[in-house]
């Protein structure tokens, strides 16, 4: 079946302006999670969804971010005015959570942010 | 809060050479997972070790966890071409966080030279 799918592949932006970012999980999935990663660095965690808890935001760097979970499937990752140290790949991942925990990430393809 | 410590950075290796990371956590895990990430491209998961002790294998690759589930290595014998990438691990205990929310190591970014 289809993976996880993220939209755009790369976005370039001028400093300032707000950005949206997009990601589709795996159908069925019901955890999902945003990362950011700067250039040769590791992945740096930034929101968790699952089901209809409560996301957790403890890795949103700053106000400026935000994210939402519609009806449990699709995701959006907004950045508002946004700054050059914004600039990065952002990775979505989703997994099937099951009791057991320890549940396999499943990542997108990523989305390339530059900011000018 | 959870602490997580991958060694080396970065390994340079001649192809054949063989190749360890090491993952090391401050506190006792309840599971940890390792990826790899081509260069360009995103984590993929690699294995899932839960047992104080586990010891899995993957043609070259070799996983341990630790007996006291507190830290963990990936070993590949005779590097080739093909192994060259940044391998994560991905440690998940009871943090007081979102059960499920791996913290992600650093990363060991390894390259091979032919």
């Known amino acids: 079946g289809a993976g996880v799918s993220q939209s755009p592949s790369n976005k370039v932006t001028e400093k300032g302006k707000d950005v949206e970012l997009r990601c589709d999980p795996i159908?069925?999935?019901?955890?999902l999670y945003w990362y950011r990663q700067s250039l040769g660095q590791g992945l740096e965690f930034l929101i968790y969804?699952?089901?209809?808890?409560?996301?957790?935001k403890s890795g949103l760097p700053s106000d400026r971010f935000s994210a939402e979970r519609t009806g449990g499937s699709v995701s959006t990752l907004t950045i508002q005015r946004t700054q050059q140290e914004d600039s990065a790949v952002y990775l979505c991942?989703?997994?099937?959570?099951?009791?057991?925990?320890?549940?396999?990430?499943?990542f997108g393809p990523g989305t390339r942010l530059l900011v000018l | 809060g959870q602490q997580v410590m991958q060694i080396p950075q970065y390994q340079h290796v001649q192809e054949g050479e063989d190749f360890t990371t090491y993952c090391n956590s401050s506190?006792?895990?309840?599971?940890i997972q390792w990826y790899k990430q081509r260069p360009g491209g995103h984590p993929v998961f690699l294995i899932q070790?839960?047992?104080?002790?586990e010891v899995k294998k993957q043609k070259r690759l070799t996983f341990q966890f630790g007996e006291a589930k507190k830290n963990s290595s990936l070993h590949i014998t005779a590097t080739q071409t093909t192994d060259v990438g940044t391998y994560f691990c991905?440690?998940?205990?009871?943090?007081?966080?979102?059960?499920?929310?791996?913290?992600f190591g650093k990363g060991t970014k390894l390259s091979v030279k032919p």
């Open positions: 991942a989703s997994s099937l959570v099951t009791s057991g925990g320890g549940e396999t990430q499943y």
């Open positions: 159908s069925g999935h019901t955890a």
């Open positions: 969804f699952q089901g209809n808890s409560a996301p957790d």
């Open positions: 506190t006792t895990l309840s599971n």
């Open positions: 070790l839960v047992k104080s002790g």
């Open positions: 991905a440690p998940q205990g009871d943090y007081g966080g979102s059960q499920g929310n791996l913290i």
